[in-house]
């Protein structure tokens, strides 16, 4: 009787572990297709060539430094003409760029203009913004006068 109880522990067990391992699956998949955003790195922004003059200058990977408790971003980089955040969700990225003085929020990714004017002109920080929100085709919000 006991052996019997413990071989039905184990197939519940591992049926419910085969569950969770099939939803789980589901979940990345439906993500990755309905919401293809959440694949767009700051690698890829920093190297996306655009029609208009370079917008991502001197790109610095600051990840380790900028992302942790305080700024719960998964990468971070700095450039001449914004500091790039790029956030696990969409609501963790909205939260950020809320607290901002200066910051522009495309899906995932927040730019913080911030300290940045000595650096660069308005209209590159304007390119960069345009850059990024056109790097998916669905942005159809505007553009923070610079």
Do not use: H
Not at 14 to 25: E, G, N, P
Not at 32 to 44: E, G, M, R, Y
Not at 65 to 72: S, V
Not at 115 to 133: I, N, P
């Amino acid at each position: 009787m006991r052996s019997q109880r413990l071989t039905w522990a184990v197939i519940i067990g591992a049926a419910a572990l085969t569950l969770t391992l099939f939803a789980a699956a589901g979940w990345w998949t439906a993500r990755t297709l309905f919401d293809a955003q959440v694949n767009l790195t700051l690698v890829d922004v920093m190297a996306a060539e655009y029609d208009a003059p370079d917008s991502t200058t001197n790109p610095r990977d600051i990840t380790d430094e900028a992302c942790g408790a305080q700024i719960p971003c998964i990468e971070a980089y700095d450039t001449t003409e914004a500091i790039y955040y790029r956030f696990g969700s969409r609501d963790a990225a909205t939260a950020f760029a809320q607290d901002l003085d200066d910051g522009f929020r495309s899906n995932y990714i927040v730019m913080d203009f911030d300290g940045k004017a000595d650096g660069t002109s308005t209209e590159q920080q304007l390119w960069a913004m345009q850059g990024l929100a056109g790097m998916w085709q669905d942005y159809e919000g505007g553009f923070p006068q610079r």
